[in-house]
């Protein structure tokens, strides 16, 4: 069965760096697209970056030019670059697989498989 296991949260002040990592099982993960998505109190779960299995990337307008998506298809592991953090990204982030037969989009429909998330705390 598919296992996403999410690590790399805390609490760090403004302006910080956190790289999340997300290990995935169960998969044959260099085919699967891999997302990151994150949800804040009382709202709504976003997408934030995905990264295909080709390689190429897109992100989130609110954290494009900060966050940095990769994947290790060795260690079966997509990571997320977060730079110059700002209290607005404070949210639970969650890890997200998408097979080959799904279209992983920006929508959480795409990715049936989901971690159980990490939380990111920034403060002012």
């Known amino acids: 069965q598919v296992q996403l296991v999410e690590s790399g949260g805390g609490v760090v002040q403004a302006r910080e760096s956190l790289r999340l990592s997300c290990a995935a099982s169960g998969v044959i993960f260099n085919r699967y697209a891999m997302g990151w998505f994150r949800q804040a109190p009382g709202k709504e779960r976003k997408f934030v970056a995905r990264i295909w299995s080709g390689g190429s990337t897109s992100y989130a307008d609110s954290v494009k030019g900060r966050f940095t998506i990769s994947r290790d298809n060795a260690k079966n592991t997509v990571y997320l670059q977060m730079n110059s953090l700002k209290p607005e990204d404070t949210a639970v982030y969650y890890c997200?697989?998408?097979?080959?037969?799904?279209?992983?989009?920006?929508?959480?429909?795409?990715?049936?498989?989901w971690g159980q998330g990490t939380q990111v705390t920034v403060s002012s």
């Open positions: 997200a697989a998408s097979p080959p037969d799904y279209y992983a989009g920006t929508s959480l429909s795409g990715y049936p498989y």
